[in-house]
């Protein structure tokens, strides 16, 4: 804030004194915040009259868009009005109307000036010739032609502009640019997006670390490139994103891969589905060998786990076929696996390894032999409970430590003693 040793009194005077002999256009509007472009004139200074050709008297009571014409940049207007509506200061350059007719390139600064409850009373605005000898039309056809060239691209461009707090530190990003392809990624108009803040319109790319990294293009200069599911105001879409520095900025390019993705996701479903099946007895729904072997792989990594492995196989199941049909012995393996793991646990693990063979590897706490041999023996039971007539089971059990020994050898173990207790069975049957 400025300071002065004169009194109030001369200090004013001498303030409108420099203001009516400065060479700058001087013109003070009331504010109209809920439309900042209706603001009126309420003071011109004499300069404003060299500048426009309008007389001080001629534009009070009238808002600023008399002096605007067909080569004025609407996006520049918005743009201006934004920062007025936010109470923020402005800078732009606009293409305005002379009362001739004439068009001049004209540079435009606004600040607002509030209460002490910080309402906004009234603008001011200082303007000057910004002392170019441009051709406008040929400018304005210059920048159709380049916006035509991004609107027929395939990939959505859009132009950031740092918003600086302060310190000078990025605190946000204010779209400048925004291409049709972009416009529609986003579900927007391009008129929506111009000028407006990227953190207030897109806050999710401050949760996937998207402002931070276009903080860092901007500060480093160092470009960024990413691929990311962006699923927040509403969209849902895979993008891949670049990056790149530019003036006061970053240059963004978007494109959406959402379909590749898409494809992608569903052959990876896909896969994991027919590696699922290759594993999966289709039909008891039991894991089949390669189910046991991925099951035994994962346990490997298991500290002091203990089981008791039991290997079950039914008698006269080759019988049941020949004489009653496929059906029948269809129908007897699904009972066994349903009966089978209607009694197991989270914790335990059934699969059809062959025909009429299925393996159960029961959890227990430790190595006790008493206690497998029971859990085999109710689990037996259970089958034998479970089969048609004239079908029975037998089974062989061994301790399976998983830290100490070979599944295999162990199942091998277990598969004797199955067919051990098949002799037995068929012996005492004579």
């Given at each position: 804030m400025?300071?002065?040793?004169?009194?109030g009194?001369?200090?004013?005077?001498?303030?409108?004194r420099?203001?009516?002999?400065?060479t700058?256009a001087?013109?003070?509007?009331r504010?109209e915040?809920?439309?900042p472009?209706?603001?009126?004139?309420?003071?011109a200074?004499?300069?404003?009259?060299?500048?426009?050709?309008?007389?001080p008297?001629?534009v009070?009571?009238?808002d600023?868009?008399?002096?605007?014409?067909?080569?004025?940049?609407p996006?520049?207007c918005?743009?201006?009005?934004?920062a007025?509506?936010r109470?923020?200061?402005?800078?732009?350059?606009?293409?305005n109307y002379?009362?001739?007719?004439?068009?001049h390139?004209?540079e435009?600064?606004v600040?607002?000036v509030?209460?002490d409850?910080?309402?906004i009373?009234?603008?001011?605005s200082?303007?000057r010739?910004?002392g170019?000898?441009?051709?406008?039309r040929?400018?304005r056809?210059?920048n159709?032609?380049f916006k035509a060239i991004l609107?027929?691209t395939m990939?959505g461009v859009v132009?950031?502009?740092?918003?600086?707090?302060?310190?000078?530190?990025?605190?946000?990003f204010e779209f400048?640019?925004v291409?049709?392809?972009?416009?529609?990624?986003?579900?927007?108009?391009p008129?929506?997006?111009?000028?407006?803040r990227?953190?207030e319109?897109?806050?999710?790319t401050?949760?996937?670390?998207?402002?931070?990294a276009?903080?860092?293009v901007?500060e480093?200069g160092?470009p960024?490139?990413t691929?990311?599911?962006?699923?927040?105001?509403g969209?849902?879409?895979?993008f891949r994103?670049?990056a790149v520095?530019?003036t006061e900025?970053?240059?963004?390019?978007?494109t959406?891969?959402?379909e590749?993705k898409?494809?992608?996701?569903?052959?990876?479903?896909e896969s994991r589905?027919a590696?699922?099946?290759?594993?999966?007895?289709?039909?008891?729904?039991l894991a089949?060998?390669?189910?046991?072997?991925?099951?035994?792989d994962?346990?490997?990594e298991?500290?002091d786990?203990?089981?008791?492995?039991?290997?079950?196989?039914?008698?006269?199941?080759?019988?049941?076929?020949?004489?009653q049909?496929?059906?029948?012995?269809?129908?007897?393996?699904?009972?066994v696996?349903?009966t089978?793991?209607?009694?197991?646990r989270?914790?335990?693990?059934v699969a059809?390894?062959?025909?009429?063979?299925?393996?159960?590897?029961?959890?227990?706490?430790?190595?006790d032999?008493a206690l497998?041999e029971?859990?085999?023996?109710?689990?037996?039971?259970g089958v034998?409970?479970?089969?048609p007539e004239?079908?029975?089971?037998s089974?062989?059990?061994?301790?399976?430590?998983?830290?100490r020994?070979?599944?295999?050898?162990?199942?091998?173990q277990?598969?004797?003693a199955?067919y051990?207790?098949?002799?037995?069975r068929?012996?005492?049957?004579?």
């Amino acid at each position: 804030m400025s300071k002065s040793l004169l009194p109030g009194n001369e200090l004013a005077v001498l303030l409108q004194r420099a203001v009516e002999d400065t060479t700058d256009a001087v013109l003070i509007l009331r504010s109209e915040r809920q439309d900042p472009s209706g603001s009126k004139i309420v003071y011109a200074n004499p300069a404003v009259e060299h500048l426009t050709g309008y007389t001080p008297e001629e534009v009070l009571g009238r808002d600023t868009s008399f002096l605007q014409g067909p080569l004025t940049d609407p996006q520049e207007c918005r743009r201006l009005y934004t920062a007025m509506e936010r109470g923020e200061k402005v800078k732009v350059r606009l293409a305005n109307y002379r009362k001739d007719g004439s068009s001049h390139l004209v540079e435009i600064h606004v600040s607002p000036v509030t209460e002490d409850g910080g309402e906004i009373t009234h603008y001011i605005s200082i303007q000057r010739e910004a002392g170019l000898d441009v051709d406008y039309r040929e400018l304005r056809e210059s920048n159709k032609l380049f916006k035509a060239i991004l609107d027929t691209t395939m990939n959505g461009v859009v132009v950031f502009h740092s918003v600086r707090d302060g310190s000078g530190q990025i605190k946000d990003f204010e779209f400048h640019l925004v291409n049709d392809r972009m416009a529609r990624i986003l579900g927007r108009s391009p008129e929506t997006l111009v000028y407006r803040r990227m953190l207030e319109e897109f806050p999710g790319t401050a949760e996937e670390g998207l402002f931070d990294a276009y903080r860092r293009v901007a500060e480093t200069g160092e470009p960024f490139y990413t691929e990311v599911l962006y699923q927040h105001e509403g969209l849902d879409i895979d993008f891949r994103i670049s990056a790149v520095p530019i003036t006061e900025g970053v240059l963004v390019t978007l494109t959406d891969i959402s379909e590749l993705k898409h494809r992608e996701r569903s052959l990876r479903t896909e896969s994991r589905l027919a590696r699922e099946a290759s594993r999966r007895d289709s039909l008891t729904g039991l894991a089949n060998r390669a189910g046991l072997e991925q099951w035994f792989d994962q346990l490997r990594e298991a500290d002091d786990a203990c089981y008791a492995l039991v290997f079950i196989d039914l008698d006269q199941f080759k019988q049941l076929n020949d004489e009653q049909g496929h059906e029948a012995g269809d129908r007897a393996l699904k009972q066994v696996a349903q009966t089978i793991a209607g009694q197991i646990r989270a914790e335990d693990f059934v699969a059809r390894v062959g025909g009429d063979e299925f393996v159960v590897a029961l959890h227990i706490g430790s190595p006790d032999e008493a206690l497998s041999e029971k859990l085999s023996k109710r689990l037996l039971k259970g089958v034998r409970a479970a089969l048609p007539e004239g079908v029975g089971a037998s089974g062989g059990v061994r301790l399976w430590d998983t830290s100490r020994y070979d599944v295999w050898e162990i199942l091998a173990q277990a598969d004797q003693a199955m067919y051990e207790s098949k002799r037995r069975r068929q012996a005492n049957a004579r």
